[in-house]
Structures are given as C-alpha cells and as structure tokens.
C-alpha cells in the first residue's frame, strides 16, 4: 500500500531497486562490450533520475509528513519491517543523488578503460574492469538511495554500512594515486570502526524498546514513543545511544577531527569518485544526524549541542585555513569540503528553523558545486598529467572556456551571491546568530579565508603567462561541456530562484523542530542605556 502517491505503483522500491538491476545487467554482459556497459549504466542512471522526478512531483508539501509510505515485514521477531517513507528533507537528497550520478557517469566517462572497437578488443581483465566501475557507481546510487528513504533503523544501518563496500572497490580499483590502496584501506577502517559503534547503538535502541513494549526498528514509533515518555527519562542511556549514532555518522560527514580519511581518498580517487564521496555518499551522515540523533535523542541532543556547534566551526576554520597551504590542486578542494561541512552540521545543531532550512539546501548546492569544481579540475589535471599547483598558469590563454568555468565553480565554492551555496550558507550563518552569536562570529571568518584559498587558486593557476608544459592543454570538449553546463546552469537557478526547493524543505524542518521541542529563539540586538534628557535636550 502507497500512501501520498501519484499511484499505487511503489515508486520507493522502484527508485533503489533500477539503480541495483542495472549494475546487475552490467555485470552480466560480455566483456568485450565495454562501451555497451557504459551506455547501458547511463541508461539506468536516467532512468532512476525519471523516478526521482515523479517522487518530487508528486510530493506534497502540505501533505502527510512522510509520504509514498511502503510498510512490509521483514524480520518479524525483531520488529525489523521493509519500511520506506519521504519527507521533504529526503527527497532533496533523492535528487541531488539521482542528478549528479548521470553527470558522473558521463564526466567520468573513461575512468573505468577508454573505449575502443568492442568488436576487435579482445576480452580481458582490463575490459572487466569497465564493468566493474560502471556496476560499483550503480551500486553506490542503489545503496544512498534506500539510505534516505528507510523508515526503519536496522535497514538504514544495513545499507549505510554496505556502502562503503563498493565504495572501496571504486578507490582502490580505480584511482590513479600511487597511494590509492592505502587511501581506500583508511577509508574503510575509519567508516567500519564507526559503523561499529553505531551497530552497538543500534542493538541499544532495541533493548530500550523492548523493555517497553515490544521491541521496534519502526523509526517512527520510537519517535513517538521518545516524544510521549514512553521508553522512560534514563538521559545516561540515550546520551550514550545518541554518542553512538553520532560518532558513525561525524566519521561519514566528516566532523572535525574525525575527518582524517578524507583528502586522502579524494586525492586517490579518481574525481568522479571524488564527488562521489563528498557530494553523494557522505550526506548521508548529515541526514543521519537531522533525522536520527535529533528526532530519536532530542534531549541527549540539546545536551551536546554546545560542543558539536563548537566542533562543526572549527572544522568550518580548520578545513578553510589548511586548504589555502595545500601544494596539490585536488587536496585544496578535499579540504574545502570539509570546511563546508562544518557549516552544514553547525546549521543542523544549533536548532533553528533557518540553521536546519539551510543545512539541508546547503547539502543538496554543495553537491552540485562540488561536483562542478572536482570535475573540471579533473579534466584540467587529466591533460596536464599533474596535481600539482606549481605546474601550472596561464591556462586561461590556451583553454578558456576551461578556465572560465573553473572560475564560476569557483566563485560558488566562496558562495559568492547570486550562485546557490551563498542562499544556503546565509541562512546558516543566520540560524547560527540567532542561537550562538560567537559561533556565528567565527563561522564568518571563513567567507574570507575561502576567497583567499579559491583566488589564489584560480590565479595561480590560470592566470600570468603560460607555464612550461602547459601550450597543448585543450579546450573543454563536447561530452565535457555537457557535464558542465547543466550544473552550472543549476548553481545559477538555484542561486537566484531557491524557492522550490526551501518549499520541500521548510515543512520537513518545522516538523523536526516541533518533533525536538525546539523554537527560534526571539532575536535580541544588545543596546546601551540612553543618555539622559533635560531640559535642554540631549546631552
């Protein structure tokens, strides 16, 4: 049964289940048909954008509050259901996943083997590789998707973990880094240690269930039950669950200082699977934390609110200030991205209608800029055969539409105004102010430090006289400017026009607010005393 459906077909199901089928038939074709694979993951890559687009169409967001609900069981005598359910919150993230894997896919469209006369390649290991990587992308997509729209604690635990499998592969399989083995063993350790300690919570949060009834994963009847009292006030046992799910979910977003895995796999990776790291799969640990540790633990949460808002701007600082002292081009933006970030989990923690309003618009715009600016530098570092910033300038001169479009990806990565990131990071900042005015102070001083690390960027690399090396560096190409063009066209609607999307948005927040027991503060400007009248007047 579907609930709030444009029909009775379980479009759900369909949207992770296209994505899983299509890496499926990927694998099972003949290794020889290399461009086959890569057509044919294109192809389901569209298709689950098609899905995407009908759940957002028929998403009401004045409707029921989670909508194309599917409820089956799944393992009965541990209150384990198939439930499947979005809120307007889930479904930005549903089309940031389902847009950026086509452009992906497209953008890196060589990495898995360039194409070649499949008829007269022989088959071999080099031609399975190409199917392995298109299968693994697919793959990842599947798993993000029923990540963010699982009603059920032990099937979102299931597939956040099972992530990070393919996502391993894509590192080590495919990187171009000499040390990308290394990267992808670092990726795993960290994120399976931490889903190791979400497991313990996990288990945790069934126990507490069943000492109070039947035991449940139902996400939704324990929030009822944690609102009504129900589960009881032990607030040392639900600091300690909230910890749990918080540590897994910081070591995924990544929270400073738990963000150490990441340059390095961005840096190995190649850059699709770069934006596919920070734009897709790691949102799914700012998700965790607004949806999970706020709405299951609102009391532990305001406890360690404090501390995490002070965590998310040091990381917002930290990531800013060691981006602008970075010598390699693709650790410069790996670092950025933690700054970033920062600002999200700050937005999501200081629990303000702005904070989280912005937090998740700022998830779905900095995925796109992201993703515009990791690829085209990657197209950039591709010709040059270099990561390093020293090799370059002067390349606005040989190539630059190149070099212009770096620079609007840029500029949105500064959140410069007029392009999407700077709508989403104002209402942060302001969210911020109104809860935690030091914070907010603080989180300010990385407006300036990105404008430092970006110009700097842009002008050592593209601009002055063309550096040895660089006079053969091509213009950007058809399939590239097809890549490009539509993300940028994205930076520019939604930096403009955000409405649409903070209309999803804003009702899924207030519905978290109000299910925390949260209310924006009333803001209050400090004023000193008035000087005395007389007579005269003012003195």
């Excluded at 039947?214 to 939704?220: A, L, N």
């Excluded at 989990?345 to 993703?371: D, E, R």
Aim: hydrophobic content about 55%; some cysteine; proline content about 6%.
């Amino acid at each position: 049964m579907v609930n709030g459906a444009v029909s009775s077909a379980p479009w759900l199901s369909i949207l992770w289940l296209v994505p899983l089928a299509g890496a499926v038939l990927v694998i099972l074709l003949p290794p020889a048909l290399r461009r086959a694979a890569k057509w044919t993951g294109l192809v389901f890559g569209v298709l689950t954008l098609a899905v995407a687009a009908v759940v957002a169409v028929g998403f009401k967001p004045g409707g029921d509050h989670y909508q194309f609900v599917e409820s089956h069981q799944w393992i009965p005598a541990f209150g384990a259901g198939y439930t499947l359910g979005v809120d307007g919150i889930a479904v930005i993230l549903v089309l940031l996943t389902a847009i950026l894997i086509p452009v992906l896919q497209v953008g890196g469209w060589n990495d898995g083997g360039a194409d070649g006369d499949d008829a007269q390649r022989p088959a071999s290991r080099s031609s399975r590789n190409v199917h392995a990587y298109v299968a693994l992308t697919l793959a990842i997509e599947s798993m993000v998707l029923i990540s963010v729209v699982a009603l059920d604690v032990l099937l979102f635990y299931v597939f956040f973990e099972a992530m990070l499998i393919p996502m391993y592969f894509l590192i080590g399989g495919f990187g171009g880094g000499a040390g990308r083995s290394r990267a992808a063993v670092k990726f795993l350790l960290y994120n399976l240690f931490g889903g190791l300690i979400m497991l313990a919570a996990v288990i945790g949060l069934y126990v507490v269930t069943a000492q109070h009834g039947s035991g449940t994963f139902d996400f939704r009847d324990i929030v009822a039950g944690v609102a009504s009292g129900r589960y009881g006030a032990d607030s040392a046992v639900f600091k300690a669950l909230f910890l749990g799910f918080m540590f897994a979910f910081a070591i995924k977003a990544p929270l400073w200082p738990f963000h150490r895995w990441l340059p390095d796999a961005c840096v190995e990776a190649t850059p699709a699977t770069a934006v596919l790291i920070t734009a897709v799969m790691d949102k799914v640990g700012t998700f965790g934390m607004l949806r999970y540790c706020l709405q299951l633990f609102p009391s532990a949460s305001t406890y360690f609110r404090p501390a995490i808002v002070a965590l998310a701007i040091v990381g917002v600082i930290y990531g800013a200030i060691v981006a602008i002292g970075q010598k390699d081009m693709m650790r410069l933006i790996a670092y950025t991205s933690i700054s970033h970030f920062g600002f999200i989990i700050a937005g999501i923690f200081v629990m303000t209608s702005q904070g989280q309003s912005g937090s998740t618009l700022y998830m779905l715009n900095h995925g796109i800029s992201t993703a515009a600016v990791f690829l085209i530098a990657g197209f950039l570092v591709s010709r040059r055969g270099s990561r390093l910033i020293a090799d370059y300038g002067g390349v606005q001169k040989v190539a630059p539409i190149l070099a212009g479009t770096f620079l609007v990806s840029a500029m949105a990565t500064l959140s410069l105004p007029g392009l999407a990131p700077f709508v989403s990071e104002f209402l942060v900042l302001l969210g911020t102010f109104n809860r935690y005015w030091l914070a907010g102070a603080f989180g300010c001083t990385a407006l300036v430090l990105a404008a430092i690390y970006m110009l700097w960027l842009y002008q050592r690399v593209m601009t002055g006289p063309v550096a040895r090396g660089n006079e053969k560096i091509s213009d950007l190409r058809p399939r590239e400017l097809l890549v490009v063009a539509p993300l940028l066209a994205l930076l520019f609607g939604l930096g403009v026009y955000p409405k649409p999307m903070l209309d999803l948005i804003n009702p899924a927040v207030a519905n978290t607010m109000t299910t925390i027991g949260q209310h924006d503060p009333t803001p209050r400007v400090p004023a000193g005393n008035p000087a005395p009248r007389t007579a005269e007047g003012p003195r």
